[in-house]
């Protein structure tokens, strides 16, 4: 059984990728990065370590992923190997794998993914859909005739997804999200103190008084640096300017949202309406999101207990019980 390996899920996410071990909970939740040496060009880490530079070597960090779905085939799966190791140790473990399969993911995506768990070494794949385990993982009802909504805010797409009787009746993605919003402040900044700041430096100020419903009167410092290499500088920005940051995003998630519950039957969307929706991911945790999609859409909005991990929790279910969704859950063979 050793060699065998336990069963396991796999959340493959842009900014993080978490590991589920069956009656064992999440034992991974790692950044999903990949660096290399920028002297030599060999990876000198991944996930979460932090490699020894030496000399003017400067290390690149490269994510491999973007919305869910591996860009760079054989850097995820080097990445990938790394994490497994870490959770088995034993190189020979051949653990049978549950994957979550993006609402939009084409033929070739679907290949993709389970040619990387192959190349793992998992004995078996399961595919399960983004929204399902979400839903799962976020403890919504999903097997009601009565339907409910997840919005998984990520860090560059959000997945939307309503459900009924255990299946995604109707999903739609966006490509907006945590970045998108950091991204916005940094051009902010860039335009009014004339500074760069990195991805870092902005998630930080969103985090501290970042909110998606109307700002109070908030301060926070940030470091910048001058791109015509005078040095550094750290400059005062409000909340008033993260909240103008959020609006682009929060409207495209809306609007897909609102699309998405349109294009359901008359009965589906009365139920969303009385039964509202559930946000998940790293992006529901900005102050005021909920609040502002629940005035946007009139429809009571609350946000998952854990939300970072509903996904990886609700694949987490489907590997305690490889027979929890039945036909929905047949394993891929080569």
């Known amino acids: 059984m050793r060699i065998l390996g336990q069963d396991l899920a796999l959340d ?59 860009v760079d085939k054989e850097l995820t799966r080097r990445m990938l190997r790394h994490f497994l190791r870490k959770v088995h140790g034993h190189p020979w473990s051949r653990p049978r794998m549950v994957f979550a399969l993006p609402s939009d993911a084409t033929g070739m995506v679907r290949d993709l993914l389970q040619d990387l768990a192959y190349q793992a070494e998992a004995r078996r794949v399961y595919l399960v859909q983004h929204g399902l385990a979400a839903a799962l993982g976020a403890g919504v009802p999903v097997r009601d005739a009565a339907a409910s909504m997840v919005i998984d805010v990520g860090c560059e797409t959000t997945r939307i997804a309503v459900l009924s009787f255990g299946a995604v009746v109707c999903a739609a993605t966006v490509q907006a999200g945590g970045a998108d919003v950091n991204r916005a402040l940094a051009a902010q900044i860039r335009r009014d103190h004339g500074l760069d700041i990195d991805e870092h430096a902005a998630e930080l100020a969103k985090r501290s008084i970042g909110t998606a419903w109307k700002p109070v009167r908030r301060k926070a410092s940030v470091r910048g640096h001058d791109p ?5 500088a750290i400059v005062s920005i409000s ?71 509903a996904v990886a929790l609700g694949l987490g279910r489907c590997v305690d019980d490889l027979g929890l969704i039945g036909k929905d859950l047949a394993p891929t063979r080569r």
């Open 12 to 70: 493959l996410g842009s900014a993080s990728t978490q590991i589920y071990v069956r009656k064992r909970g999440i034992v991974i939740n790692e950044p999903s990065l990949v660096v290399r040496s920028g002297a030599t060009g060999k990876l000198v880490g991944f996930g979460a370590e932090k490699p020894v530079q030496t000399g003017e070597d400067e290390p690149e960090a490269i994510r491999p992923v973007s919305g869910g779905v591996p």
């Open 228 to 232: 015509g290499g005078r040095g550094a």
């Open 239 to 309: 909340a008033e300017q993260v909240y103008e940051a959020t609006k682009q995003p929060v409207r495209a998630i809306v609007r897909t949202a609102v699309r998405c519950v349109e294009s359901c039957s008359g009965d589906l969307a009365a139920d969303v309406a009385d039964r509202g929706v559930v946000l998940t991911g790293g992006g529901a945790l900005m102050r005021g999101l909920a609040r502002r999609l629940r005035a946007e859409l009139g429809v009571p909005v609350q946000r998952a207990e854990r939300p970072i991990e």
